[in-house]
């Protein structure tokens, strides 16, 4: 079992920076692979970028790629996506997830932070 709790999020102006942590609690956070989604009001959930539980690859969605940047500390049990250049259609509410040894299916999920982007 894997409890994921997310925080960091908040109201930013768009080219503005912020930071998101996803700290995990339970055995072996080093053998997850983790991920960041979003979900905008009145939108599905989208993928936003993963790593491997190794933390040699990473992924990302095209709408964030060169802003974004997912890392981990396998030391603190926590991944961290760092958002920069930030925009009005980044805001949505961000989830993170993890995946026992993989990326692409997850079996746990946090409940979400709140990223919202003024213009």
């Known amino acids: 079992q894997v409890q994921l709790v997310e925080s960091g999020g908040g109201l930013v102006q768009a080219g503005g920076s912020l930071r998101l942590s996803c700290a995990a609690s339970g055995r072996a956070f080093s053998y997850y692979g983790m991920a960041w989604f979003r979900q905008a009001p009145g939108k599905e959930r989208e993928f936003v970028a993963a790593?491997?539980?190794?933390?040699?690859?990473?992924y990302y969605a095209g709408s964030v790629k060169g802003r974004f940047t997912i890392s981990r500390d396998n030391a603190k049990n926590t991944v961290y996506l760092q958002m920069n250049s930030l925009n009005p259609e980044d805001t949505a509410v961000y989830y993170c997830a993890a995946g026992y040894k993989r990326v692409g299916n997850y079996d746990y999920w946090g409940q979400g932070t709140q990223v919202t982007v003024s213009s």
């Open positions: 790593i491997s539980w190794s933390g040699g690859s990473t």
